[in-house]
């Protein structure tokens, strides 16, 4: 089936720092969603991407859709204790097909 | 606030009872999910429905029964579940333009499941 690889699996980083986390896939997507998963809650989406090479950015969240339209990555510039939580990347397989998920980059920042 | 509400929050029931989780969107969305999260797994899709009508069941066991009475309502029936069934179950919406669904979805935050 098709899988989306999510690097890190986890981070642990210092209040103030950049982070930066990827999504790859064997296949290509047409769209790449980002959501983040605070402790008890469901995913919140984040960014939306559509279009390959497309460059979104949401407050101190940036995301890119990869040219080859295989990977996307996002960042989060001066990490704050609120950003804490899992980071999902999202994208429907092809056609009419649900989404696929990846397995997550699990967020620790120390303050 | 997402616009997706599920009830009840936490749940602990036993393997011979029967309880349902309820899911509403409040979005004028078209595409109701049922999602699986297991600790350490990718979250796994459930049902879909699209304009109440069934539209995915990716091999979920039997003693798990969605009903789609409209499109702002979503349950899931539970009996005799099994300890491994323990997880949080996630409802999600998106606008739904086709079978399936591939727009944004949008999620619940959840129903934390317990078997005993």
């Known amino acids: 089936g098709q899988q989306l690889n999510q690097s890190p699996q986890s981070m642990f980083i210092q209040e103030g720092e950049d982070v930066s986390m990827n999504c790859t896939s064997s296949s290509i997507f047409n769209t790449w969603l980002w959501y983040k998963q605070e402790p008890g809650e469901g995913p919140v989406l984040l960014i939306a991407?559509?279009?390959?090479?497309e460059l979104t950015s949401n407050g101190r969240l940036t995301a890119q859709f990869g040219i080859t339209r295989k990977d996307s990555f996002l960042n989060i510039s001066a990490s704050i204790p609120s950003d804490v939580g899992i980071y999902f990347c999202?994208?429907?397989?092809?056609?009419?097909?649900?989404?696929?998920f990846g397995k997550g980059t699990r967020l620790s920042v120390i303050a | 606030e997402t616009g997706v509400t599920q009830t009840p929050r936490h749940l602990v029931m036993g393997m011979t009872n029967k309880k349902s989780l309820k899911c509403e969107q409040h979005l004028g969305h078209n595409a109701m999910y049922w999602y699986k999260q297991s600790a350490k797994k990718p979250l796994e899709l459930m049902f879909v429905y699209s304009l109440e009508e069934r539209v995915e069941n990716n091999s979920v066991p039997s003693r798990f029964s969605p009903e789609c009475p409209n499109s702002s309502h979503l349950f899931l029936h539970l009996h005799t579940l099994q300890p491994e069934d323990s997880a949080l179950y996630l409802c999600a919406s998106s606008q739904g333009e086709g079978p399936g669904g591939t727009d944004t979805q949008y999620f619940g935050p959840g129903t934390r499941l317990t078997v005993l």
């Open positions: 999202a994208g429907p397989h092809s056609g009419n097909t649900p989404l696929v």
């Open positions: 991407l559509y279009k390959a090479g």
